[in-house]
């Protein structure tokens, strides 16, 4: 059995070479409970001929880190092994590494992408020498395997995907990105920060040194008003939550979001109460149809008008329901799904109402196939998304998507990986790059103008990781 090393050489698998390679981690570490050859011989158990020194390393980590809840000393060396392994595998002159980050050219269209801001590297190559020698590498090994793998993994910059900075680099880069010209302090923050003193927060990690340093992430004030099944449209730059209510009271109460003050505002109350309604904007005009009050389902619909904030009453609909969804389409608003108990007991609604504003007539359209209660609704390309719900005439949950153009037509598409309701859905508009290649760090988001649409979505019911790089 060989390994390959990572000039490409081939030697045999020795035992105590693995071992004498752990052991040299081992430093300051309890040896009464810390046993290198341990680790060498699961290590052994897991290998195959051709295995490269990368993955043993990798596979060295990851066995002690699983011993950890033996003796927490056990979290040190694998992060000891994995920073040594990452220190095999990048440069180690951090001048050398911003550059290398600014001339990263995306393979995808050849276009020259800089991970690094002009200025940043400006200032890193006008005082390299100094900023070369502050640094100290072998603070990396002060970090336990999970912090160390969750920088690796989300905060140090990447190239073709693989890791290009050390834990070192990136805090100097987020010195360098904060202080600019002023190399003292910049040397005085990369030290407190290297040494633990404190650290700054994610985006600054993420973003300092970078083409848009955005070093600190916004924070939105609460609603004034906790409450559920409410709707929420978003109209000339503005969220707005309408109605629902709080557990014990049918609310009227609307407020409105404005994102560039980070408040919330009462605007106009609703004439009546509602909850589990729907909500969609057309023309610069807010429609809410159908809900549920005091134990029954309605088919109401009122209109709210931002210029005169005011709230109009208009023509019920064809059909009681609640619990729906509703979507904009080219001129025409649609009313799709929910449930009533119209036959004594809750079932499905497939009916499907089409509002046109300019006629002010409502009419019906080619039926849903099958039930969507709570679902996930967005537009996308002329088309509606209807994503998973309940189904009360199944009784359970389902996972299913309908799609709907413009010519009258549902068709079934791929099934979502979980069946759960109370889903929320929009249209992101994204670069390519971040659908072609995921690592963080990349920015092809900066250079590409070429942009996707993908249809996202969030369950009210189940939290998802969120995390920026991926």
């Known amino acids: 059995m060989h390994v390959i090393k990572r000039d490409g050489r ?34 052994i158990q897991g ?15 990851e066995t002690a880190a699983t011993l950890t809840t033996k003796h927490p000393d056990y979290a040190i060396l694998a992060a000891r092994i994995a920073v040594s392994n990452l220190h095999k595998e990048t440069k180690k002159v951090f001048s050398d590494v911003m550059e290398d980050l600014y001339n990263y050219i995306n393979p995808h269209n050849g276009k020259h992408s800089p991970m690094v801001a002009q200025s940043t590297l400006d200032i890193v190559l006008a005082n390299k020498d100094r900023l070369n020698s502050a640094i100290i590498y072998d603070r990396d090994f002060s970090y336990n395997y999970f912090g160390f793998k969750t920088l690796e993994r989300s905060y140090l910059l990447k190239i073709n995907g693989k890791v290009a900075e050390r834990p070192q680099h990136m805090l100097m880069r987020v010195s360098v990105g904060i202080h600019e010209e002023d190399i003292d302090a ?19 990690l993420f973003n300092a040194g970078t083409n848009r340093p955005q070093l600190s992430r916004s924070s939105p004030c609460s609603r004034s008003t906790p409450t559920c099944v409410c709707c929420v449209c978003v109209m000339a730059g503005y969220i707005y939550a309408v109605a629902g209510c709080d557990y014990h009271t049918d609310l009227n109460a609307m407020e409105c979001y404005d994102p560039a003050t980070y408040t919330w505002a009462y605007v106009a109350r609703l004439k009546r109460e509602v909850y589990a309604h729907a909500g969609a904007t057309l023309e610069g005009k807010l429609y809410i149809t159908c809900n549920h009050r005091e134990d029954y389902h309605l088919r109401e619909t009122d209109c709210y008008d931002p210029g005169s904030n005011t709230w109009h009453i208009l023509a019920d609909g064809h059909m009681r329901r609640a619990w729906h969804g509703m979507a904009t389409l080219l001129d025409k608003l649609y009313v799709i799904r929910g449930s009533n108990n119209d036959a004594g007991y809750r079932r499905d609604v497939h009916q499907v109402a089409c ?16 039930g969507h209660g709570e679902p996930g609704i967005a537009v996308l390309d002329n088309r509606i998304y209807m994503l998973s719900g309940c189904s009360h005439n199944r009784g359970s949950c389902m996972g299913y998507m309908h799609i709907y153009d413009e010519k009258d037509c549902w068709e079934e598409g791929p099934q979502l ?8 859905a929009c249209v992101l508009t ?12 990349t920015p092809d988001s900066q250079a590409n103008l070429d942009f996707a649409l993908e249809v996202m979505s969030v369950s009210d019911w189940e939290e998802f990781d969120n995390f920026i790089e991926d």
């Open 186 to 204: 910049a040397i005085e923050t990369y030290n407190l920060l290297s040494e633990r003193w404190f650290t700054h927060a994610s985006p600054t």
């Open 355 to 370: 509002y046109s504003c300019t006629s002010g007539q409502c009419s019906s359209v080619y039926p849903l196939p099958a």
């Open 417 to 424: 990986d979980n069946s759960i309701l109370g889903l929320a």
């Open 430 to 441: 994204l670069p390519h790059s971040l659908l072609l290649e995921p690592s963080h760090g």
């Open 47 to 61: 290998l195959y001929s051709g295995v490269t020194t990368v993955e043993l390393d990798t596979l060295a980590a």
């Open 10 to 43: 081939q030697e045999r698998v020795m035992f105590d070479k693995i071992t004498s390679r752990i052991q040299k981690l081992c430093y300051g570490l309890n040896m009464d409970f810390v046993d290198p050859a341990q680790i060498t011989m699961k290590v």
